[in-house]
């Protein structure tokens, strides 16, 4: 470039003023563009597009997250009830986060083979055991309640602890246990959820979008049961994770009431008495790390929130 410059200022006059008008071009161009004559952005800029802005045609889409593979195992099944085998498994997570103090300690349970809804209890099954005059039951009212939806195969929500306990024995069954529950639920092995370690997403379960955010992959309230069929667990329970919140029988402790014995435990029903009772699965208004198997939430007898629902279960 320097050599350049010397031969057109050798030549005269006119070719000193074609160079005054070629380098006075370039630097307006330079200063339109925002960047110095020559430069480049740094290597660890960020160039790439602002949310909402078209990737380069050339450029290909970023790759979408693998699926974790998951192992499931078939079960006899009837009446819309799957029988799970039962045996002993480890209950509970002993460590940091995710888990919380109320999920301690770690323990080892043995439950009896026993049958589980495969899905949570319908806005169309409560409606049927009400219309045919065996369920005197109260349920909570509100424009996220579902019972007065037209969608039958919505979990029914805004259900008190009485009323999913009162409807679960009019039609011949029971709240599950909460070790039943977990073990359906991570199909007693050692895992996050009910389909493996992976974080959910709003094809496996319906929770709010992340542990920060306030918005749920579902707006106008739960889904349709069975919804989400990868998000099933081992034993091919539905909706484990998020939807509804579910009931179970036992009265809810801070932590596990284990006492030092020689086998573990048969079927553990939790404390003698309390005043609230345990919650499992999250739903969806929960955050993802609420929805895990593990974890264990609470609600007066009285909770009728929109978050809350029931499953079944019977011997």
Request: charged share 20%; proline share 11%; glycine share 10%.
């Amino acid at each position: 470039m320097v050599r350049i410059f010397r031969r057109l200022v050798a030549r005269g006059p006119r070719q000193r003023l074609r160079l005054c008008f070629i380098l006075s071009w370039a630097a307006l161009t330079s200063v339109a563009s925002g960047q110095a004559p020559g430069a480049h952005p740094p290597a660890d800029q960020d160039v790439s597009p602002e949310p909402g802005e078209q990737q380069p045609e050339n450029e290909p889409p970023a790759p979408l997250p693998t699926e974790e593979p998951v192992e499931r195992t078939k079960l006899p099944m009837q009446n819309g009830m799957l029988r799970i085998p039962g045996g002993e498994f480890v209950m509970g997570f002993e460590g940091g986060a995710p888990g919380e103090p109320n999920e301690k300690p770690a323990h080892i349970v043995k439950v009896a083979p026993f049958w589980i809804d495969r899905t949570e209890v319908t806005v169309e099954d409560m409606r049927g055991c009400i219309n045919r005059g065996a369920c005197n039951v109260r349920l909570g009212t509100g424009p996220l309640c579902t019972f007065g939806r037209a969608e039958p195969r919505l979990p029914v929500n805004c259900v008190p602890w009485q009323s999913a306990d009162a409807y679960c024995r009019a039609v011949g069954k029971r709240l599950p246990s909460e070790a039943e529950w977990e073990l359906a639920a991570s199909g007693g092995r050692s895992r996050f959820f009910p389909w493996g370690t992976t974080q959910p997403t709003c094809t496996l379960a319906v929770t709010l979008l992340n542990n920060r955010a306030g918005v749920s992959c579902s707006t106008r309230g739960p889904a349709a049961v069975g919804a989400r069929p990868k998000g099933a667990s081992y034993f091919g329970v539905e909706d484990m994770s998020g939807n509804v919140e579910e009931w179970v029988a036992d009265w809810y402790a801070d932590r596990y009431e284990v006492r030092p014995q020689p086998r573990p435990t048969l079927s553990p029903s939790g404390p003698a008495f309390g005043v609230a009772h345990v919650l499992r699965g999250g739903g969806w208004m929960s955050r993802p790390r609420e929805t895990r198997v593990t974890a264990r939430s609470w609600g007066s007898p009285n909770e009728a929130g929109p978050n809350v629902g029931f499953r079944c279960a019977r011997d």
